[in-house]
C-alpha cells in the first residue's frame, strides 16, 4: 500500500514562493501519474497539477499555469511542486495523489492521497 507524505508547507508573503514535496513508502511511484490538489476552508478540493508516470507530461490548472511547476524524480520517490509568484487566493491545503489513469479530470483516477500541507498566502 502506498503512502504519500506531503512537506515544505507554511506561512509566505504574497509574491514569495514555495516547494512542496511528496514522499512515496510503502511502494514505487514509478507507474503512477502524480497530482497535486488544494482545499481552500468551505471550498471543494480542486485540481492543481498532474505529471505523467514518466515526468514527460504535465498539466496545470489554469489559476496556477506559468507560476506552478511541477516535477518528479522517480530515483527518489518524489514529487514536488513549486509555486512562484504566490497569491492570497493560493492558501488552502495541498494534497498530492497517486494513480494510474489520473490526470486533469479532478480526482477521478487518483488511489492514494496524502494527509495535505497547509500553504498560507499573506496579502
Known amino acids: 500500500q502506498v503512502q504519500l507524505v506531503e512537506s515544505g508547507g507554511g506561512l509566505v508573503q504574497a509574491g514569495g514562493s514555495l516547494r512542496l514535496s511528496c514522499a512515496a513508502s510503502g511502494g514505487t511511484l514509478s507507474s503512477y501519474n502524480m497530482g497535486w490538489f488544494r482545499q481552500a476552508p468551505g471550498m471543494e478540493r480542486e485540481f492543481v497539477s498532474a505529471?505523467?508516470?514518466?515526468?514527460?507530461?504535465?498539466v496545470y490548472a489554469d489559476s496556477v499555469r506559468g507560476r506552478f511547476t511541477i516535477s518528479r524524480d522517480n530515483a527518489k520517490n518524489t514529487v514536488y511542486l513549486q509555486m512562484n509568484s504566490l497569491k492570497f487566493e493560493d492558501t488552502a491545503v495541498y494534497y498530492c495523489a497517486g494513480g494510474m489513469t489520473g490526470w486533469d479530470n479532478g480526482m477521478v483516477g487518483y488511489d492514494y492521497w496524502g494527509q495535505g500541507t497547509q500553504v498560507t498566502v499573506s496579502s
Open positions: 505529471v505523467t508516470w514518466n515526468g514527460r507530461g504535465t
